[in-house]
Nanobody, 114 residues
Framework: VQLQASGGGSVQPGGSLRLSCAAS????????MGWYRQAPGNQREFIAT???????NYADSVKGQFTVSRDNYRNTMYLQMNRLKPEDTGAYYC?????????WGQGTLVTVSS
């Protein structure tokens, strides 16, 4: 499985961005896709996951601010990020987990700064 994340960029505080993660390859029908963030000098942290059935889970720090969704037909996951804050800055990585596989994308950088 290959994952390609995109949509990162620079935005002012309060702005919005939408990240995408396109999956390709031999993708199991039952899977969980997720977003993780790594800020400079910090460990990678969980942001949100969404199952192939649409069940979502969020880190407390982003509940009500970020929304994860997916298009199973296009094998693509999205992360809508609103009301961005400087502490949301970091590299955002997408992940796909299924039985016997745990794949990561290359990351897309988000910078929130005035």
């Amino acid at each position: 499985v290959q994952l390609q994340a995109s949509g990162g960029g620079s935005v002012q505080p309060g702005g919005s961005l939408r990240l995408s993660c396109a999956a390709s390859g031999d993708i199991a029908r039952v899977n969980v896709m997720g977003w993780y963030r790594q800020a400079p000098g910090n460990q990678r942290e969980f942001i949100a996951t969404i199952s192939s059935r649409g069940t979502t889970n969020y880190a407390d720090s982003v509940k009500g601010q970020f929304t994860v969704s997916r298009d199973n037909y296009r094998n693509t996951m999205y992360l809508q990020m609103n009301r961005l804050k400087p502490e949301d800055t970091g590299a955002y990585y997408c992940n796909l987990r299924t039985v016997g596989d745990n794949s990561w994308g290359q990351g897309t950088l988000v910078t929130v700064s005035s």
